[in-house]
C-alpha cells in the first residue's frame, strides 16, 4: 500500500534537512499505528533510519529520503538496488543482535519519501513493502 500525505512545516538548515525528515516521518508513522522501536540503527557506515512494528506485529525497517528540490528526482528513487542491500544488511545485524528469529517473524522493508512543495508543505509518501 502506498499512501500518500499533504502535511504543513518550514522549511530547515542544510544541517538539519535529514533530521527533519526522519522526525516527520516518525511522527506519521506513529499516527498511523505503528511503534517506533528505533531510530538511526547503525552498523559501520549504513544505518536504518526507523525500525517499526505495526499494529499486527510486524517488524518495519524503513528508510526515510527527504527532497528540498525536485531537480534531484523523487526522494524514493534515491533507493536503489545496492542501497537496498545495504539496508537487509543492517536488519539482518539489528534482528541477530536483537536475538529476533527472521523465520518466526514477518519483516517488510519500507521507504517515507518526503519532497518539500513550497515552503511550508510536504508530499509524503508511505511504500509500506518494496519487496513485493
Given amino acids: 500500500m502506498n499512501t500518500s500525505h499533504k ?3 518550514g522549511k530547515s538548515s542544510n544541517k538539519s534537512k ?3 525528515g526522519e522526525k516527520i516521518a516518525a511522527e506519521f508513522l506513529q499516527k498511523i499505528g505503528y511503534k517506533i522501536i528505533r531510530t538511526k540503527f547503525r552498523k559501520g557506515r549504513n544505518e536504518i533510519d526507523i525500525i517499526a512494528e505495526s499494529e499486527d506485529g510486524i ?3 524503513i ?4 527532497r528540498f528540490e525536485s531537480r534531484f528526482g523523487k526522494p524514493y528513487e534515491a533507493v536503489d538496488k545496492k542501497k537496498l542491500k545495504k539496508i537487509i544488511e543492517v536488519s539482518d545485524f539489528f534482528l541477530l543482535k536483537s536475538n529476533i528469529d527472521r523465520e518466526k517473524k514477518f519483516i517488510n522493508y519500507g521507504i517515507v519519501s ?3 512543495i513550497e515552503r511550508s508543505s510536504i508530499k509524503l509518501i508511505f511504500f509500506e513493502n518494496i519487496l513485493e
Fill in 63 to 66: 528508510e526515510v529520503k527527504t
Fill in 7 to 9: 502535511i504543513t512545516g
Fill in 59 to 61: 517488524l518495519n525497517f
Fill in 18 to 20: 535529514g533530521d527533519k
Fill in 114 to 116: 518526503i519532497e518539500y
